[in-house]
Every structure is written in C-alpha cells, then in structure tokens.
Nanobody, 124 residues
Framework: VQLQASGGGLVQAGGSLRLSCLTS????????TAWFRQAPGKEREFVAA????????YFGDPVKDRFTISRDGAKEMLYLQMNNLKPEDTAVYYC??????????????????WGQGTLVTVSS
C-alpha cells in the first residue's frame, strides 16, 4: 500500500494549484489523511488534515483561509486546493495517512504511511 501525491508544479505568486492524494483505500472512519510540506533546510511542517470519521478538515496557521480540502470517496482521492500561493509556500508536499488521536494530527511522526512527495514552486 502506498499513497500517491501529484499535482505540484511552478506557479506565480497569487496563483493556484490543486494537489491530489490517492489514499489507496485508507478512507475508513479510523483514518486521517494529512498534508505536510518540507522546504529546503527546514523541518517538515503540517499543512492540513482530513479526518474521515468526522469529515472535518484542519489547517496550519500559515495556510488557513487560502487552502481547502475536498474529496472524492469513490475514487479514494483527497485534494488540497491551494489558492493565493506565496513564495514561502514553496516546498515538497507530502500526503500521509494514519490513525492519530486528534491532538496529534499536526505531528508528522503520528502518520505511518507516506507518499513520495510533489514539488510546489511559487515564484515571486
């Protein structure tokens, strides 16, 4: 089982991208699917998470009000819509899956399965 992240690319500041994560069936109520990002020389940072039980989304402070999550359960896909992108959003974006408690969804080590990452570059 492997997650597959896609949709990265080069975009100008203010533009939009939509990332996709094929969740490989990990959509039952016990799972959380999350997005993390890592910029060169920086630690992996929480971006967003979706809990399949509550159907509720959570966002990191740097991206809230700009990023949204949507899903297609039939296709087992989770999407991260990124609007009003900024140069500081430049990073490799990873989707991850796991069963963390709510209090741990922002912690990368709480997730046991990771996709290969997709690069997002925002030019100024």
């Amino acid at each position: 089982v492997q997650l597959q992240a896609s949709g990265g690319g080069l975009v100008q500041a203010g533009g939009s991208l939509r990332l996709s994560c094929l969740t490989s069936g990990r959509t039952s109520s016990s799972y959380t699917t999350a997005w993390f990002r890592q910029a060169p020389g920086k630690e992996r940072e929480f971006v967003a998470a979706f809990r399949w039980m509550s159907k509720y989304s959570y966002f990191g402070d740097p991206v809230k009000d700009r990023f949204t999550i949507s899903r297609d359960g039939a296709k087992e896909m989770l999407y991260l819509q990124m609007n009003n992108l900024k140069p500081e959003d430049t990073a490799v974006y990873y989707c991850a899956s796991g069963r963390p408690p709510l209090g741990s969804i922002r912690t990368a080590s709480s997730f046991t399965l990771w996709g290969q990452g997709t690069l997002v570059t925002v030019s100024s």
